[in-house]
């Protein structure tokens, strides 16, 4: 077996044991003579596989009883709309632009109804998270942000002052990366392929008042969308992921295991400062976040010649360092350091990065 050293932003690097897991349970799933891709959403098994990921994930996250966890499908993308279809009770929302992730929720969302842009990033190129500078407008039916911008690389830290106003964020890519405050939120979700699991699951965590009897604007949102009835449903309106969500659990578990959420950003900061610490002296990369807004999980830097970057991203290949390549919307290179990469890994890169400088420089 030989495996690479796996930077991808989304899906990304999975942890070997849980892979290995699975493989164990692929034919026969705990002695019922069959795979959990072959198995029943509605059966005895799958609930137990359900009920146990989000057992293992309120105690991760530490989530309050009065927030429903809900295990969907159609991605991070999908809440775009999900989000302002169900919240939108006076049809006026603000939001933070840190980012195309946000930029795009913020679209979509203009769709439906009217949607403030509170503050942006797009002067500073999207370098740093853009701040609230007074508190928002207290009727908004909500605040949302994105907590961190998988393309540019930016993370903001905590939660904006929005007074009575909830904040719904986006937390796909630092999902599981760090502790996270729960409470301070109306509604969190993440697409599960970075730190949570394999892609084709979205968590959504949210507050029951904001759930109320249903969606906002009812009239038009899918059934599938109410977060109501897939509240009422146990996410199961419908013919769930089931492996999906069997795989996430089985994530969820292994953070348990190996320490859970503050081993987890402890390591995780080890990792990407090791980048970090490298960048901040190197005569030939340069990091493109300013220190402050610096992601816990992707690391996204540049030599500044288009030709270089991509002779770099080449020369990793040949020492096993794979899916460095930026994203088309930025371009030089972005190093996605979640859970499942090792500081063996960083440390290979970072070497690497080292042996190319003085190669170039
Ligand atoms: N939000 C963020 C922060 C993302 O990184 C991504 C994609 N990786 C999305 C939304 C869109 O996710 P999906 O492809 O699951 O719809």
């Not at 005895?44 to 996250?61: G, N, P």
């Not at 007074?134 to 939660?159: A, F, I, K, S």
């Not at 964020?169 to 509604?187: A, E, H, I, K, Q």
Request: net charge negative; charged share 20%.
């Amino acid at each position: 077996m030989s495996r690479v050293y796996n930077f991808a932003a989304g899906p990304a690097a999975m942890p070997l044991e849980v892979l290995e897991e699975a493989q164990g349970e692929l034919l026969d799933y705990k002695g019922l003579g069959y795979s959990v891709l072959e198995m029943s959403h509605r059966s005895a098994a799958f609930q137990e596989i359900i009920d146990d990921a989000e057992a293992t994930l309120r105690r991760l996250l530490k989530i309050p009883d009065d927030y429903h966890v809900l295990f969907l499908q159609g991605g991070a993308t999908l809440q775009f709309s999900a989000v302002p279809l169900n919240l939108m009770r006076t049809r006026h929302a603000g939001y933070v632009v840190s980012g195309n992730w946000s930029r795009n929720a913020w679209k979509e969302a203009a769709r439906f109804g009217r949607a403030d842009v509170l503050a942006s990033g797009e002067e500073s190129g999207f370098s740093r998270t853009p701040e609230l500078d007074v508190l928002p407008d207290q009727t908004l039916d909500y605040v949302y942000v994105c907590q961190n911008e998988t393309v540019y690389g930016t993370m903001r830290r905590g939660v904006p002052e929005t007074g009575s106003v909830p904040v719904v964020s986006d937390v796909s890519s630092c999902f599981l990366s760090l502790p996270l405050n729960v409470s301070r939120y109306g509604l969190i979700y993440a697409g599960a392929q970075k730190n949570g699991g394999p892609a084709g699951v979205t968590v959504v965590i949210v507050r029951d008042d904001l759930v109320g009897d249903g969606p906002a604007l009812a009239d038009v949102t899918p059934q599938y969308l109410g977060y109501r009835l897939q509240c009422d449903k146990g996410s199961m309106y419908n013919t769930p992921n089931t492996f999906g969500i069997y795989l996430c659990g089985k994530v969820f578990r292994w953070i348990e295991r190996t320490g859970g959420l503050e081993a987890m950003e402890q390591r995780n900061w080890a990792k990407v400062n090791l980048l970090y610490d490298y960048l901040d002296q190197s005569s030939l990369f340069e990091g493109t976040v300013e220190p402050a807004s610096r992601s816990i999980s992707n690391v996204c830097f540049r030599t500044g010649d288009p030709k270089l970057d991509a002779a770099f991203v080449e020369g990793a290949a040949e020492r096993g360092i794979v899916n460095i390549k930026g994203h088309r919307l930025v371009g030089g290179m972005r190093a996605s350091c979640y859970n499942a990469v090792s500081e063996e890994a960083v440390r290979a890169l970072v070497a690497y990065m080292r042996d190319f400088e003085s190669a170039y420089a």
